[in-house]
Structures are given as C-alpha cells and as structure tokens.
C-alpha cells in the first residue's frame, strides 16, 4: 500500500519535473475544442516531435487528416509569420495504396494547396532523409512524415535526431506511422487516430470529419485521455463531439416509422453542432 | 566512320554493308579494301565476286552517329561552339579561342593530335568561314587557309562540294562550270536567275565573302569558368574540390554582372575524351558558392552511376547555362525575403538529391474533371500564374486513387447510392450517403461516347469516408453499371 503510494508520488514528481521543460504557452498550440484544451493547457509544443498512430491501413485517411490538422492549429498564431510552406514527405507507395493527395482535398480540409511541398519518396530511407532536412530549415511550418508501413531504420535514434532537428528549427514535425504496437520513439506526444461516424447533415449526408484520438503519450504526463473530435475547416479548429448527442444505431427496419421519426425528433434537438445547408 | 568494337578481322578487307532496294551494299570501307579496288555502292554480291575474303559488318548509323556525339562532346574542351556537319564532320567555330592554344596552327595540330590519339583518322582545316573550311576539309588535305585567301584556296575544289542538289550540280556542269573557280568567275545574276539564290549564297560564304556564325549543337552558356590539369585528376576530393573553386570563380564573374545563375553544368573531361555533365537547377537564381557546392555534393553523392574517372579528368568546366538578374537581397521588416530564400535552397537541395520530379508543388488546372483538376509541377520550376480555384464546391477527398479502383456495389434504386460495397475483400455497409453529384465526361477532349460519372459521398458503419462513382446510367447509357472508389475522405 505504502509502496504504491510511494511510487505514484514519484510518478507525479516526476510529470511536474517534465512539465517544467515543456515549452512556454508562446510555443505551444490547442485544439480549439474545450475537452482536450482543457486538459492539455498549452502542452502541445511547436518545435517539437509528435506521432500519430494508426491501428491498421484502413485508419490511414483518418490519421493522416488529423496530423494535417494539427499541422494546420500549430500553424494558427497571429504572432507567428503567415502562410508559411508546409512539407509532406510520402512514399510513393503510398500512392496506390491509400491515394495520392488531391489539392481541392486539401483545400477542402482548410490548406491552401500553394502552401504545401509534395515530396515523394523512393523509400523510407529517402522518406527520412528528405524530411531531416526540411525539419533544419526554420522558415517551413511543419513536416509530415508519412512512410509506409513501420520502417525499421525508424528507431529511437531516429526519431530523436528528428526532434533534436526541430527543437532547434522550431518546425513542427508530425510523424505518422501504421502499427498494432507503438514503438520506442522520443515523441512529446503520441496519438492514436480512427474514423468514426460523424454528425451527419442534412438529408443523411456524412457530416464534418470526426475522428477517435487517444492520447497514448504525453511528455507532461497526461497520457491516456481520449477525445471525439470533429474538424470544423472553416475555423481551423476542432470542436468536441458530445458522445450522446448523437444517434449512432440506425433504426432496425422491422420498427414502425413513427418511433423512428420519434427518436429522431429526441436527438435532434440536442444535436449541438448540426449544421444548415 | 566507325567505331572501335565492330571489327572482326584484322587481316582481311574491311567493308560495311546496307540495305538499299533490296540489295546490300557497300556503305562505308576501310583502307585496306579501297586499295584492293573496292568502292562504296558496290553491292556485296559484286565486292565478293572481286574480292572473296572479305570482312562484312552491318553498318549501324545509329551507332555513328552516337560516335560524332561523343567526339563532338570531347571537342566542347576547345570551345563551347562546336556543330555536327553531316554524318562524318565536325565544324568547330574558334573564333577567340586559338589565342588560348598557341594560335591557329598549333590549335590545329594539337586537336588532329588529341583525336588522332584515340585512334580516329580525320583532315582538319582552319579557314575563315565554315563553309570553306569544310569544303577544303572535304577535298584537300588540311591545313591553315591564310586570313583573306579563301577564294584561291577553294578556286580548284569541284563544285560538288558546295552541298548543292544533285539537278543543280549536272546543270553546272554540262554548262562547262566544274570548278568553284569557275563559278566565281562568272556574273552572279544569271545564275542565281537559273540555279537559285541559293547557289550565290553558298558560293559567297565558300568563297570568304560572306560569313555566318554556326548553329551550335549545345546552347552557348552565360558564363564558364574552367580549370585544366597537366595531370589528370582522379580522386573524388580532388574532383569536388576544383569544382569548388570553380564555383567560387563563376560566382565572382556572376556578381560582376549583376547576375545569378538558374542552371548549372559542370563538365568533366576525361584524359581518354569521355565526358560527363552534370547539371544542377535552383528555384531562384543564384550565386551563393556555399549553397551551390552544397548542390552539386548532393547531386554527386545521389549519381546512380558514380562518376567514373577512369584514367582522371585533364579538364572540369563549369558553365551557367541559364542566367537572370538577381539584384542583392534586401532583407524586409519580416525576414520574409530571408524565409523564402530558406525555402528556395531546401528545395533545390532536395530536388538536386531525389530529382526534381520528387520535390512537387500543386498546380491547379480549370477543369471540372475530378481527376485532371490539379497537377503537380516540380517546386524548382517557377511559379505559374496560379489559375484560380472554383468556388467551394462539394466537398473532395483529401485522398484520391489514380487510376479508381474497382467496387462491387450494391444500389437499393437504380440511380441511388449504394447500399453495400466490397472494396479489398473488405464488406461496407453505407450509413450516410450524398449524391449523386453528376460529372459528365469533358467531351471536347474524350470525344462524345465517354461515360457519365455519378459521384456519391458515403460513410460506413465504422466512420470511414469514401468517393464512389458509377460510371454509366442506367438504360441510358450502353453496358452495365460498373462501381469505382475513387478516393477517400479523412
């Protein structure tokens, strides 16, 4: 009893210890959803090594959606220069596997197509040499890094190379990876993606891109919170999908329609964020 | 001409042969076979009937010309002004270079000297123009035509070396007109009236009357600093190092000028008259030595085939192919001049070590088509004028496959979305669905029969968002339906 308390103790210390390095709130960015900006209060550090995990080949689109993402709110300060480039290493075999990128995509996410450089990469070797020396440059905003698979010269020297490159550049770079098991990396934070439905529009149409993220790593200690989150890309910002609020099972088809239009009326009015048009 | 690989036999008769109408003939033969009385345009049949040991190889223009390349490619060591003429000759325009060999005479010698070298038999002739150097090339027997003496030097050659049409050559001489000499010495206007303006022309510029620079087979570069070693170099450090500081010299000669460079090429000459050019391209011109050493290291290290030394290089040349004016930086309140400068160099490094079709930068096309909407342009190449994006639209994958891949899908309503698809042995059962969003084929580039797309956003039971189409209506179109993904949202 004794012991554990000891060591939970220690534990916390040792957070507070880590939280003490941890960039400034000049440095660091949010969400702009309240559930995680509350928690993580100015922790997510520019300039510095984050990892988004996706569980299997299919979460890819989501992870790599919620990495251009962070991408985008590391890149919103009024403080900060504008419009500055953002690098997106890929491997070419990523291409046929999970599509190339598209530029009303992108814009359609909230990225100025002119602001990104496309780098594709023969192998991952070529991947991560291409995006260290985009990590050195500080007039870029942040870098992607999308392998394919789990490379194996993506180890902890690596990846710390990586973020000694960014701490020094201030570039913010996102490392997106595709793994049951997360490996031993010095990221400051580590994220686990997947899709799920999102709030749907009007007429049943698929609604703003909704994503399930864990935070399976924090430097300052806050691991293991986990969020739904939608993205909103006219403000740049993610907004807190409220878990009841939303009708997620369809009505089996046996049911009379009248309970259907019943349940519909319940949730709809406090669907929080339905959107018009 | 010949290469060296293609001879079989040493001893016998050496003869090449092609096909004409049917019958192989003789097109090119060595000494030896002349001597024995072999001419070319013998058919085989005929030389053999003459000459039965005889050594026969297909003649193989491609291969000549490959040769002249590469031979024209070693003259680049003279000057940058070298042109092919025919299929066997080199014009090499030296104008302002022979100073730099010791004058007309010993360029002359020590050029029939080099190529000699290596084997190759050739008559080398310095005149005043091209023309008449090549026409006494041609004919005599090489040598250096005294400046202003072109006209008695040519007087005697036959006028078959003018390069006329074979109709104008008879006509000449059936009129008695079988020298150059005897051409010059006729009024000019009746036969221009018979033959041709063309005729004079070429007779004024044989002659020395008139004299037009040559078509260089190479683009002449803005600038070119070089260095030539009595011993050839061969190690790697040695190789960077002189680039280094020819590096140095261009970037002080482009400063003069107000100058920076967009492209650049360095030339390395071998002792053996093998050359291998590398180029470098930037995003922005410049004159930065350290950034462009950087350059050519990063392009060095990534050569699939490293550059081979072989017996070393007597000669490395670096040449701006391609100048702008480049004003010095001035740095803005924001740094932003310094940041985009930053940009430039990360891209020029990185598209000098992967290629530059690696390192990418979207271009947006207008067009409705989903799939020719936007292309990517080398980020090194300079900005086009961005054509502006369509209003916002419906919404588009981030992702999308290229070419889309196939579905089996299965539709409530014939014209409505899809109920269940299969995509990679994968079942999907739809949730959400919008569409259909009708993308008709651009007829005026595919032609009238392309089929009609019905897009459909839709969202399965786990969250995952995906870009179908169906390509063709039902009963409106022929064939059946078939079901595509075309991309995938996040």
């Known amino acids: 009893m004794r012991a554990t308390h000891d060591v939970s103790a220690l534990r916390q210390m040792l957070a507070g210890l880590e939280a003490e390095r941890l960039p400034g709130a000049s440095s660091a960015f949010s969400l702009g959803a309240a559930g995680p900006d509350g928690v993580l209060a100015n922790t997510l550090a520019r300039g510095a090594l984050h990892e988004i995990y996706a569980a299997e080949g299919a979460d890819m689109p989501a992870a790599s959606g919620f990495a251009l993402a962070l991408a985008l709110r590391a890149a919103q300060d009024e403080a900060r220069p504008q419009n500055r480039p953002i690098v997106w290493v890929r491997q070419d075999f990523l291409d046929s596997e999970a599509g190339r990128l598209d530029?009303?995509?992108?814009?359609?996410?909230?990225?100025?197509?002119?602001?990104?450089?496309?780098?594709?990469?023969?192998?991952?070797?070529?991947?991560?040499?291409?995006?260290?020396?985009?990590?050195?440059?500080?007039?870029?905003?942040?870098?992607?890094?999308?392998?394919?698979?789990?490379?194996?010269?993506?180890?902890?020297?690596?990846?710390?190379?990586?973020?000694?490159?960014?701490?020094?550049?201030g570039v913010t770079f996102f490392l997106l990876r595709m793994a049951e098991k997360p490996s031993a990396s010095v990221a400051v934070t580590r994220w686990l993606v997947r899709p799920i439905l999102s709030t749907p529009l009007a007429a049943d149409a698929p609604g703003a891109p909704a994503f399930a993220v864990t935070l399976l790593r924090h430097r300052g200690g806050l691991h293991g919170h986990a969020w739904n989150l939608e993205w909103d890309h006219e403000s740049c910002s993610f907004r807190d999908i409220a878990p009841l609020s939303r009708a997620v099972v369809p009505v089996p088809a046996g049911k009379p329609a009248r309970q259907d239009a019943a349940a519909q009326e319940a949730t709809g009015d406090v669907r929080p964020f339905r959107r018009t048009g | 001409?010949?290469?060296?690989?293609?001879?079989?036999?040493?001893?016998?008769?050496?003869?090449?042969?092609?096909?004409?109408?049917?019958?192989?003939?003789?097109?090119?033969?060595?000494?030896?076979?002349?001597?024995?009385?072999?001419?070319?345009?013998?058919?085989?049949?005929?030389?053999?009937?003459?000459?039965?040991?005889?050594?026969?190889?297909?003649?193989?223009?491609?291969?000549?010309?490959?040769?002249?390349?590469?031979?024209?490619?070693?003259?680049?060591?003279?000057?940058?002004?070298?042109?092919?003429?025919?299929?066997?000759?080199?014009?090499?325009?030296?104008?302002?270079?022979?100073?730099?060999?010791?004058?007309?005479?010993?360029?002359?010698?020590?050029?029939?000297?080099h190529l000699q070298r290596h084997g190759l038999t050739l008559r080398a002739v310095v005149a005043g123009t091209p023309e008449a150097a090549r026409a006494l090339a041609r004919c005599g027997k090489g040598g250096v035509v005294p400046e202003g003496r072109e006209a008695e030097c040519v007087a005697l050659l036959p006028i078959s070396v003018l390069g006329l049409p074979g109709e104008t050559v008879t006509g000449l001489s059936r009129a008695g007109l079988k020298t150059i000499g005897d051409l010059a010495s006729r009024p000019g206007t009746p036969l221009a009236a018979r033959f041709g303006e063309e005729l004079l022309t070429r007779l004024r510029r044989t002659l020395g009357h008139e004299d037009v620079r040559i078509v260089p087979r190479r683009p002449l570069p803005a600038c070119i600093a070089e260095r030539r070693f009595a011993e050839p170099i061969a190690r790697a450090e040695d190789v960077e190092g002189a680039l280094g500081l020819l590096i140095d010299d261009l970037a002080l000669m482009l400063e003069t000028r107000g100058d920076g460079g967009r492209a650049f090429e360095a030339s390395f000459f071998r002792a053996d008259g093998a050359v291998r050019r590398i180029a470098v391209e930037t995003a922005r011109p410049s004159r930065d030595p350290t950034s462009l050493g950087r350059l050519f290291h990063e392009k060095l290290d990534a050569l699939v085939d490293p550059l081979d030394p072989g017996f070393g290089f007597d000669l490395v040349r670096l040449a701006v192919l391609r100048a702008e004016p480049l004003a010095p930086a001035q740095v803005n309140l924001d740094g932003r001049a310094i940041e985009e400068e930053e940009v430039g160099a990360l891209i020029d490094r990185l598209a000098a070590r992967m290629g530059r079709d690696r390192v990418l930068r979207f271009m947006m096309r207008d067009t409705h088509d989903p799939a020719r909407a936007a292309s990517l342009v080398p980020a090194a190449d300079p900005p086009a004028p961005a054509c502006p994006m369509p209003e916002e639209g419906l919404a588009r994958p981030l992702m999308m496959f290229d070419p889309p891949q196939p579905i089996e899908a299965l539709a409530e309503v014939p014209d409505g979305p899809p109920l269940r698809f299969r995509w990679r042995r994968v079942l999907h059962e739809v949730v959400h669905a919008e569409g259909p969003e009708r993308i008709a084929a651009e007829w005026w580039r595919q032609g009238n029969g392309a089929p009609t797309r019905d897009y459909y956003r839709v969202e399965n039971r786990e969250g995952r968002r995906f870009w179908l189409f169906r390509i063709g209506l039902y009963d409106r179109e022929p064939g059946p339906p078939r079901w595509f993904v075309h991309g995938l949202f996040p």
Request: charged residues 25%; contains cysteine.
């Open chain 1, 103 to 169: 530029a009303h995509g992108l814009r359609g996410f909230g990225l100025d197509p002119s602001r990104l450089i496309l780098v594709r990469a023969r192998d991952p070797e070529q991947a991560l040499r291409a995006a260290g020396d985009a990590a050195r440059c500080s007039a870029i905003e942040a870098v992607l890094l999308e392998p394919w698979g789990e490379p194996k010269m993506l180890d902890l020297t690596a990846t710390r190379r990586l973020a000694l490159r960014a701490g020094v550049s």
């Open chain 2, 1 to 113: 001409m010949s290469g060296p690989s293609a001879v079989p036999d040493e001893a016998l008769p050496l003869v090449f042969v092609e096909r004409v109408k049917g019958a192989l003939r003789l097109s090119a033969i060595s000494p030896q076979a002349r001597a024995v009385g072999l001419a070319p345009g013998l058919t085989l049949a005929d030389a053999r009937a003459r000459i039965p040991a005889l050594a026969v190889a297909d003649h193989d223009p491609v291969a000549d010309a490959a040769f002249l390349e590469r031979i024209a490619d070693d003259c680049d060591r003279w000057t940058p002004l070298v042109a092919l003429d025919g299929v066997d000759g080199l014009v090499l325009d030296i104008t302002g270079c022979a100073h730099l060999f010791g004058g007309e005479a010993t360029m002359r010698t020590r050029v029939t000297d």
